[in-house]
């Protein structure tokens, strides 16, 4: 996919059909759901003494069910069964599905559409371990994040048209609810017939023998899921955005008549903005990221996801609501575009902020067990967005939240979690504000760091500049890297905490410190057989002059002992910089350097059998060239 769009698949046949099949499927689900919830929220509707309020977030909690209960045995077929055959047989069941979804429109009865409501959620659970496992089997490593990012944006391009024909359909008059049903029944029939070009996708554990006990397969794919440690973080991750969207989305019909003065449209509209923005989020992830797994995105999108929200709040909190108005009277009104704003940016951060950690796992999931690794991750959203119903609910009915207090309390708890979630993982963190930093210091120019391997241990070596180095690397490498460091750089203010965040190994030489000396060394050769990055200055401290001091050994001993293969790396332009020494040995006086341009060059990855200290100064040195 190098040097194309990610655009360019949706011409392929290995990719389209199911593109266009999850899409429809999609768009079908939100015809029906939002027909019904604007059906009950604006038709007075009542059902087991609820008011349409209740019943809105009880449909939530209903379409998401399933996915707890049968998303372990989605997970199974998936990896037992050829992917095709599990699309086709779950669009015919959509198919039977909207039939008794139209019946129940039909008829008004509400019994029959929360029925269908609670199937049209068991489509969706059968679905997705399929919609996310077949990735991998379809594109290239460098497609993933583009291919995430499409299916990402194209599933809510198909939730802003679905939820614009469900709102526009059920509020024709009369006919309204006969309109959605026919529509959802047509939708179906054509999700079926666009499935049957998906090509093969075969069976990735076809001897799997099927556990009909949802309770136990559940926690065994759970179990199965937390072995990894970054794929079950990761899907954390993903099932507290699930959690904040699902309280979001819940409340905007009520929040169009209650908050703004709107009516059917205008609830319409503002799913239809929240749709648009995620949209877009997702296909800037492939841009931002370079087509790589960039996980310096999730903190950034996690930011937006809080601040927005809390102003959202101050946003709506002194409307005062007039009657019903429809899209061009809401829009016409200079304090709604502040509405739709806060809308917008929230929803591109939370785009921002989920491609990369469904790319991640991906990515870090043996594809052997991929399918019920994603079931895992559904079953974990769908326990966390049946919490958020039953809070959103608890909220309404016993504390008497308004619709404002409950976008505010989404907002601040999104901040605690991020904030607790960084301190599990403080990669996605540190990775983030390395970024910043570098960003803000430096213009940097990175070339040749596609070298460094996807996957597997790798040591990366680098002559040794000045106190950021560490971060530059990190800035521009997509893999974390654990760095040996003096241990006398650990003392530095604010960098001395980021290197201990990052996890950076500190070293003494032999003379100083032996025991030091050894433990780093082990440290160095358990991250290794980690199949993680480890990164070096050979050098062994900063250079007071800008040129480089001759390799010390201790690399070859790191090599010898491990097999690791090695990538040199140059860093250039950073000497004479704020961060750098001068030549009385001194840093942090001159503030020369800032906005500079540096570059970071790799040169191609070294065997473990060829590596020598001599060597790996030479091929530095190379890089490095004039520019210091």
Same mark, same amino acid.
């Given at each position: 996919?190098?040097?194309?769009?990610?655009?360019?698949?949706?011409g392929?046949r290995?990719?389209?059909?199911? %593109?266009?099949?999850?899409?429809?499927?999609?768009?079908n +689900?939100?015809?029906?759901?939002?027909g019904?919830?604007?059906?009950?929220a604006?038709g007075?509707?009542?059902?087991a003494?609820?008011d349409?309020?209740?019943?809105?977030?009880?449909?939530?909690?209903?379409?998401?069910?399933?996915?707890?209960?049968?998303?372990?045995?989605?997970?199974? *077929?998936?990896?037992?069964y050829e992917k =095709?055959?599990v699309?086709?047989?779950v669009?015919?069941f959509?198919?039977?599905?909207?039939?008794?979804?139209?019946? #129940?429109?039909?008829?008004?009865?509400?019994?029959?559409?929360?029925?269908a409501?609670?199937?049209?959620?068991l489509?969706?659970t059968?679905?997705?371990?399929?919609?996310?496992?077949? &990735?991998?089997q379809?594109?290239?490593?460098d497609? $993933?994040?583009g291919?995430?990012g499409?299916?990402?944006?194209?599933t809510?391009?198909?939730?802003?048209?679905?939820? !614009?024909a469900?709102g526009?359909?059920v509020?024709?008059?009369?006919s309204?609810?006969?309109?959605?049903?026919?529509?959802?029944?047509?939708?179906?029939?054509?999700? @079926?017939?666009?499935?049957?070009?998906?090509p093969?996708?075969p069976?990735?554990?076809?001897?799997?023998?099927?556990n009909?006990?949802?309770?136990?397969e559940?926690?065994?794919n759970?179990?199965?899921?937390?072995?990894?440690?970054?794929?079950?973080?990761?899907?954390?991750g993903?099932s507290? *955005?699930?959690?904040?969207?699902?309280?979001?989305?819940?409340?905007?019909?009520n929040?169009?008549?209650?908050?703004l003065?709107?009516?059917?449209?205008?609830?319409?509209?503002? &799913?239809?903005?929240?749709?648009?923005?995620?949209?877009?989020?997702?296909?800037?992830?492939?841009r *931002?990221s370079?087509?790589?797994?960039?996980?310096?995105?999730?903190?950034?999108?996690?930011?937006?996801m809080?601040?927005?929200?809390? +102003?959202? @709040?101050?946003? =709506?909190?002194g409307?005062?609501?007039?009657?019903?108005?429809?899209?061009?009277?809401?829009?016409?009104?200079?304090e709604?575009?502040?509405?739709?704003?806060?809308?917008?940016? $929230?929803s591109v951060?939370?785009?921002?902020?989920?491609?990369?950690? @469904?790319a991640?796992?991906?990515?870090r999931?043996?594809?052997s067990?991929?399918?019920?690794?994603?079931a895992?991750?559904?079953?974990?959203?769908?326990?966390?967005?049946?919490?958020?119903a039953?809070?959103?609910?608890?909220?309404i009915?016993?504390a008497?939240?308004?619709?404002?207090?409950?976008?505010l309390?989404?907002?601040?708890l999104n901040?605690?979690?991020? #904030?607790?979630? @960084?301190?599990?993982?403080?990669?996605?963190?540190?990775r983030?504000?390395?970024?910043m *930093?570098?960003?803000?210091?430096?213009?940097?120019?990175?070339?040749?760091?596609?070298?460094?391997?996807?996957?597997g241990?790798v040591?990366?070596?680098?002559?040794?500049?000045?106190?950021?180095?560490?971060l530059?690397i990190?800035a521009?490498?997509?893999?974390?890297?654990?760095?040996v460091? /003096?241990?006398? !750089? %650990?003392?530095?203010?604010?960098l #001395?905490?980021?290197?201990r965040?990052?996890?950076?190994?500190?070293?003494?030489?032999?003379r100083? /410190?032996?025991?030091?000396?050894e433990?780093? %060394?082990?440290?160095v050769k358990?991250?290794?057989?980690?199949?993680?990055?480890?990164?070096?200055?050979?050098?062994?401290?900063?250079?007071?002059?800008?040129?480089?001091?001759?390799?010390?050994?201790g690399i070859?001993?790191?090599?010898?002992? =491990?097999?690791?293969?090695v990538?040199?790396?140059?860093?250039?332009?950073?000497?004479?910089?704020?961060?750098?020494?001068?030549?009385?040995?001194?840093?942090?006086?001159?503030?020369?350097?800032? %906005?500079?341009?540096?570059?970071?060059?790799?040169?191609?990855?070294?065997p473990?059998g060829?590596?020598?200290?001599?060597k790996?100064?030479?091929?530095?040195?190379?890089?490095?060239?004039?520019?210091?």
């Amino acid at each position: 996919m190098s040097g194309h769009s990610q655009f360019a698949l949706l011409g392929e046949r290995r990719f389209a059909p199911f %593109f266009w099949t999850q899409f429809l499927g999609a768009m079908n +689900d939100n015809v029906f759901k939002n027909g019904m919830i604007i059906f009950m929220a604006f038709g007075g509707m009542t059902l087991a003494g609820m008011d349409s309020n209740l019943l809105v977030n009880a449909a939530g909690a209903v379409f998401i069910l399933p996915f707890v209960l049968f998303s372990a045995f989605a997970g199974q *077929l998936a990896d037992k069964y050829e992917k =095709t055959r599990v699309i086709r047989g779950v669009k015919i069941f959509e198919i039977v599905v909207m039939a008794l979804g139209a019946v #129940g429109f039909v008829t008004a009865n509400l019994a029959i559409l929360f029925i269908a409501l609670f199937a049209m959620g068991l489509h969706s659970t059968l679905f997705g371990p399929v919609k996310y496992a077949i &990735l991998p089997q379809a594109l290239q490593q460098d497609e $993933l994040v583009g291919g995430n990012g499409l299916v990402e944006s194209g599933t809510f391009v198909a939730i802003l048209i679905g939820t !614009i024909a469900g709102g526009v359909l059920v509020a024709m008059k009369p006919s309204g609810p006969v309109i959605v049903a026919t529509a959802t029944i047509i939708l179906a029939v054509i999700g @079926y017939v666009v499935s049957r070009a998906v090509p093969l996708a075969p069976a990735t554990d076809p001897s799997l023998k099927l556990n009909w006990n949802p309770f136990t397969e559940t926690a065994a794919n759970l179990r199965l899921a937390a072995k990894n440690i970054v794929v079950w973080r990761s899907m954390l991750g993903i099932s507290w *955005l699930w959690f904040y969207g699902a309280m979001l989305l819940n409340q905007f019909a009520n929040m169009s008549k209650d908050v703004l003065g709107g009516n059917e449209q205008v609830a319409t509209a503002l &799913l239809a903005v929240f749709a648009v923005g995620v949209a877009v989020g997702s296909l800037l992830c492939e841009r *931002l990221s370079g087509k790589k797994v960039e996980i310096g995105l999730v903190p950034f999108g996690s930011i937006g996801m809080s601040l927005f929200a809390i +102003d959202l @709040y101050f946003a =709506t909190k002194g409307l005062k609501p007039v009657g019903q108005s429809g899209v061009a009277d809401f829009i016409s009104k200079p304090e709604h575009w502040r509405v739709i704003a806060d809308l917008f940016l $929230l929803s591109v951060s939370g785009g921002l902020y989920s491609v990369p950690l @469904y790319a991640l796992i991906q990515e870090r999931a043996d594809a052997s067990h991929r399918s019920r690794i994603i079931a895992a991750n559904n079953i974990l959203n769908a326990i966390f967005m049946v919490v958020s119903a039953l809070l959103a609910i608890v909220l309404i009915k016993f504390a008497h939240f308004s619709v404002p207090e409950l976008i505010l309390t989404i907002g601040i708890l999104n901040a605690v979690v991020a #904030g607790y979630i @960084y301190t599990l993982t403080p990669e996605f963190l540190l990775r983030f504000l390395c970024w910043m *930093l570098i960003s803000f210091a430096y213009r940097l120019r990175v070339k040749g760091l596609e070298n460094i391997p996807d996957k597997g241990p790798v040591v990366i070596v680098a002559n040794h500049v000045s106190y950021v180095d560490a971060l530059v690397i990190l800035a521009a490498c997509r893999r974390p890297v654990q760095f040996v460091m /003096d241990h006398n !750089i %650990f003392r530095t203010p604010v960098l #001395g905490w980021a290197f201990r965040q990052m996890k950076a190994i500190p070293i003494a030489s032999a003379r100083e /410190d032996p025991a030091m000396m050894e433990a780093a %060394f082990e440290r160095v050769k358990q991250t290794l057989a980690e199949g993680d990055v480890v990164g070096i200055f050979p050098e062994g401290k900063l250079t007071k002059d800008g040129e480089m001091a001759p390799f010390r050994p201790g690399i070859e001993r790191i090599v010898a002992e =491990t097999g690791a293969p090695v990538v040199p790396l140059a860093l250039r332009g950073l000497w004479g910089s704020f961060f750098s020494r001068s030549v009385d040995g001194q840093a942090f006086k001159r503030m020369r350097g800032f %906005f500079n341009r540096i570059e970071l060059v790799g040169d191609a990855l070294i065997p473990a059998g060829n590596v020598t200290a001599a060597k790996l100064e030479e091929k530095v040195k190379a890089l490095r060239g004039e520019l210091r």
